[in-house]
């Protein structure tokens, strides 16, 4: 089975923190994602990558920024950590010319 | 440009009736289509897809969609619903169109399943 890790389930920060998600992968894949979802409006794409040290923007990148070192991990990025960045967070990923996305179990980010 | 409209926000069923959640989309390719479904306090588990195979597309926990190109739509249905089936269901849209590969989740429908 594919395994996508989150590394916290919870999160409680500070306005004006620097925050780091992590997000780690066990199949190899190429691609990995990072969404927001919030009650009414689904999951918005904030940034993906299709390989390591390359990224791109998706819908709502301003406030965020990613790294991606390893193949296998992708981590997002709160330079300065707002209450409305408050929100469940979701890591994604999959194979290069596959459709399906495997998920993480999400972080709930509280930031106050 | 893709997009994904949840028709319904939430939907209420009674048990071992059947369930429709509606969904239409906008894609410029041939895009790819699925459903996921997410229990309370648990990750997104995927239904089932559909990549332009046969139309009717058969899922897991009995749940089936029918891909309809003229009517832009997707329709996520099973005939007698359960009270396990209450949780939240995304329909989304895959494609690699230019700009690369995206995919565009819908806003939601929340299932909730009477006694």
């Known amino acids: 089975d594919v395994k996508v890790t989150q590394s916290s389930r919870y999160l409680v920060k500070r306005t004006g923190e620097k925050v780091f998600l992590e997000c780690v992968q066990d199949m190899d894949h190429e691609n990995m994602f990072w969404y927001r979802q919030d009650p009414g409006l689904g999951l918005r794409l904030i940034y993906f990558s299709y390989d390591v040290k390359m990224k791109e923007k998706g819908d709502i990148p301003e406030g965020y920024s990613v790294s991606r070192e390893k193949k296998e991990r992708f981590s997002l990025i709160l330079e300065s950590a707002s209450t409305n960045q408050t929100s469940m967070y979701l890591c994604?990923?999959?194979?290069?010319?596959?459709?399906?996305?495997?998920f993480g179990q999400g972080t709930r980010l509280t930031v106050v | 440009a893709q997009s994904v409209t949840q028709l319904d926000s939430h939907v209420s069923v009674s048990e071992g009736t059947p369930v429709l959640l509606r969904c239409n989309y906008s894609?410029?390719?041939?895009?790819?289509l699925f459903w996921y479904v997410q229990h309370p306090n648990k990750g997104l588990q995927l239904l089932l897809k559909y990549t332009s195979a046969a139309t009717l597309v058969k899922g897991i926990n009995g749940f089936e969609a029918e891909f309809k190109k003229s009517e832009t739509s997707f329709h996520l249905t099973k005939p007698s619903a359960h009270m396990s089936d209450a949780a939240e269901y995304f329909c989304?849209?895959?494609?690699?169109?230019?700009?690369?590969?995206?995919?565009?989740f819908g806003a939601g429908t929340r299932l909730f399943v009477k006694a």
């Open positions: 894609s410029s390719y041939s895009p790819s």
């Open positions: 994604a990923s999959l194979s290069l010319g596959a459709t399906e996305a495997f």
């Open positions: 989304v849209v895959s494609d690699t169109g230019t700009g690369g590969f995206k995919t565009i």
